[in-house]
Antibody, heavy 121, light 107 residues
Framework: EVRLVESGGGLVKPGGSLRLSCAAS????????MNWVRQAPGKGLEWVSS????????YYADSVKGRFTISRDNAKNSLFLQMNSLRAEDTAVYYC??????????????WGQGSLVIVSS | DIQMTQSPSSLSASVGDRVTITCRAS??????VNWYQQKPGKAPKLLIY???SLQSGVPSRFSGSGSGTDFTLTISSLQPEDFATYYC?????????FGPGTKLEIK
């Protein structure tokens, strides 16, 4: 069974940093593109970032480009999102999602339970 | 960037009803549309991929169709557990993007 468990969320002040982690199990982590998707309170889904299997291809939403960094450790079956220069509008539940594909972004067939990030003074 | 719109934004229906949700892309995206269901406080769940392929384990009352710019998600006979918010997503090119969602409520 595929399992994705996010951690690292919490309360942070504007301008601060936070690092989210996603621990994966139940599948060959190194063989799939991984993604981050967020959802602000009461709002819809917003794609944030994607990373291919060997980190050769990395994509970011314009809203986070230059502030967020996605990475992965295939040896530890882990996905990360380093978030710097956080703003109030980054407040959201952040989901880790497994892609169907190994080389591109196709569809997200498994999701974690989410990690809440609150940016507030 | 490709924009996705959905209609209606909300919908009231009864158990047993047939329901159709529409998703439109700002440009042609072939069949690169996926549909997700999300219940309050839960993670999204994949229902349909590449416009019309049913994800394993998803009931056959869910179906998808369309290509180019116009897509539909149909629930043939609503069940109590289907009341949720539904999102379309395009992965034709990056950045991939979601529609704003359609909230399906009990009448």
């Amino acid at each position: 069974e595929v399992r994705l468990v996010e951690s690292g969320g919490g309360l942070v002040k504007p301008g601060g940093s936070l690092r989210l982690s996603c621990a994966a199990s139940g599948f060959t982590f190194s063989s799939y593109t991984m993604n981050w998707v967020r959802q602000a309170p009461g709002k819809g889904l917003e794609w944030v970032s994607s990373i291919s299997t060997s980190s050769s291809y990395i994509y970011y939403a314009d809203s986070v480009k230059g502030r967020f960094t996605i990475s992965r450790d295939n040896a530890k079956n882990s996905l990360f999102l380093q978030m710097n220069s956080l703003r109030a509008e980054d407040t959201a539940v952040y989901y880790c999602a497994k892609d169907y594909s190994s080389s591109s972004v196709y569809w997200f067939d498994s999701w974690g339970q989410g990690s809440l990030v609150i940016v507030s003074s | 960037d490709i924009q996705m719109t959905q209609s209606p934004s909300s919908l009231s229906a009864s158990v047993g009803d047939r329901v159709t949700i529409t998703c439109r892309a700002s440009q042609s995206i072939d069949s690169y549309v996926n549909w997700y269901q999300q219940k309050p406080g839960k993670a999204p769940k994949l229902l349909i991929y590449t416009a019309s392929s049913l994800q394993s384990g998803v009931p056959s009352r869910f179906s998808g169709s369309g290509s180019g710019t116009d897509f539909t998600l149909t629930i043939s006979s609503l069940q109590p557990e289907d009341f949720a918010t539904y999102y379309c997503q395009q992965t034709y090119n990056m950045p991939c993007s979601f529609g704003p969602g359609t909230k399906l409520e009990i009448k």
